[in-house]
């Protein structure tokens, strides 16, 4: 579905990645973790061509990210993309949010793209909040109407980016539910976080990322059983400490 | 000139409020067509296209640092000249219309720093989400930056157009009777300027105070709930 193959890019002179190469299944649940500046978020965002990259290739369903005849806006409305902050349009309403793509780039009627947003609010809890504005709506909340406003596009996998780190504890596990609940039902996902318990519970493979380069990119029994790294045993020692 | 008649406010209303009219017509078609141009340029200057960068940025740098009594005299004598060359007939717009067209572009300099600046308050992450919905460049800019850079920029849009309501009296300078130039006119036929450009400065100042109330309303009601 997702095949990174020796991607490597630079700011300036500054290398951001360094020959990055990885895959994920249909099906899959990948979850990339390291520490912050390890090139992560920058990692996924080459998946949907957000971030250019000088070097190697990105192929989603087939498609060549960088290949400039590539319709990247065709392609990216197939790639459902959760964001650190949300990122709902504050100037819309939940329920516009949830239909404007589908409208725009999908070319749905206003009543099919309502119903499907409405479904998919309703799915993540909030159909009661249908008529209010982003701003109006708790972190959790809003991070559950960007991922359903994703999967109103159908698309063929998701893209996690950092989806819990802007969120107040108590709000980090009625986002995870929602994509427990996706990874359980088959949905292609690749997930920048530092939630092991999620990783624990839904991954199958789990990346490690260092400096910009793939250290360790393990099955996930293996990846919390013995990683091979140092520099990932040490990464877990940390964070698994509490 | 022993006492204040203002019997002449009386006697010429009619002659002044077309006046005001005239003035609130160029106000308002120097707003829109200026918004319209502006931001236009500030996607321009945004832009990664080298020479449309440079095009905006000189179009705005020009036009802000020519007084606009000289542009609005410029425009008047080259805009029939030029539209003789293309269309190879002498066109005599006249004053009047020459102010609409002089107004519309010169206002569109300083409405497009507003809009550049209200484009740039967009957090980069906004533009992002759009295009991660599959938007193009076109529709992520018309669905979602333009319409909150529009809405966190309207204060300053507006205060522009009151400085724009106000300086459409500089037209006087090419004879066409806007509300300034109404009451000039007959200052020099009835001689009573202390009432006449008393009366006009109340009215600026009640309109103008008016829309800077409006303003401040404004500011504190269609903030974006972030």
């Known amino acids: 579905m997702i095949e990174i193959k020796n991607v490597s890019k630079w700011y300036g002179s500054f290398q951001v990645l360094t020959d990055c190469t990885t895959q994920v299944s249909k099906s899959e649940v990948v979850v990339v973790c390291g520490p912050s500046g390890s090139g992560k978020s920058t990692l996924i965002k080459c998946v949907n061509g957000l971030e250019p990259f000088q070097k190697g290739s990105v192929v989603v369903d ?159 029994e293996e990846f919390f059983g013995q990683p091979r790294s140092e520099r990932a045993q040490s990464f877990l020692a940390k964070i698994l400490q509490h | 000139m022993s006492d204040f008649d203002f019997s002449v406010i009386t006697a010429n209303w009619a002659f002044l409020a077309q006046g005001l009219r005239y003035t609130l017509q160029v106000t308002i078609t120097a707003m829109i067509g200026g918004i319209l141009i502006g931001t236009v340029l500030a996607l321009m200057r945004l832009s990664s296209i080298t020479p449309l960068q440079w095009f905006a940025a000189g179009y705005v740098n020009i036009f802000r640092s020519v007084p606009l009594v000289q542009v609005i005299l410029a425009f008047y004598l080259i805009l029939p000249l030029v539209l003789q060359m293309v269309t190879g007939k002498q066109m005599p717009i006249g004053a009047a219309n020459s102010a609409y067209f002089t107004f519309t572009i010169f206002e569109a300099a300083y409405y497009s720093e507003i809009m550049r600046s209200g484009i740039q308050s967009v957090p980069r992450g906004q533009v992002a989400a759009g295009y991660a919905m599959g938007f193009t460049y076109g529709q992520t800019m018309r669905f979602v930056v333009l319409p909150q850079a529009f809405r966190n920029m309207l204060p300053v849009l507006l205060t522009q157009t009151i400085i724009l309501f106000q300086d459409v009296s500089l037209v006087y300078a090419i004879g066409a009777t806007d509300f300034f130039g109404a009451a000039d006119k007959i200052t020099q036929r009835d001689l009573r300027p202390v009432e006449m450009y008393t009366t006009v400065a109340v009215v600026y100042f009640i309109i103008c105070f008016t829309l800077s109330r409006l303003v401040k309303w404004l500011q504190s009601h269609i903030a974006i709930i972030r």
């Open chain 1, 62 to 220: 087939g498609i060549a990210v960088e290949a400039p005849k590539t319709n990247l806006p065709k392609l990216r409305a197939r790639v459902g993309m959760v964001f650190q902050n949300f990122e709902l349009f504050p100037h819309m309403t939940i329920t516009d949010n949830l239909v404007i793509a589908q409208i725009k780039v999908l070319g749905r009627s206003r009543e099919e793209a309502e119903d499907k947003g409405l479904k998919l609010l309703d799915r993540v809890g909030l159909k009661s909040q249908a008529a209010k504005f982003p701003g109006q709506l708790s972190g959790g909340q809003q991070q559950r109407v960007a991922i359903a406003r994703a999967l109103a596009m159908d698309p063929i996998c998701m893209l996690f980016d950092e989806p819990t780190s802007a969120l107040d504890p108590e709000m980090i596990n009625e986002v995870l539910d929602v994509m427990v609940q996706l990874a359980h039902e088959g949905m292609t996902m690749m997930c920048v976080t530092h939630e092991m318990g999620f990783a624990r519970k839904v991954a199958h493979r789990v990346i490690f990322m260092d400096r910009g380069a793939i250290v360790e990119d393990a099955a996930k």
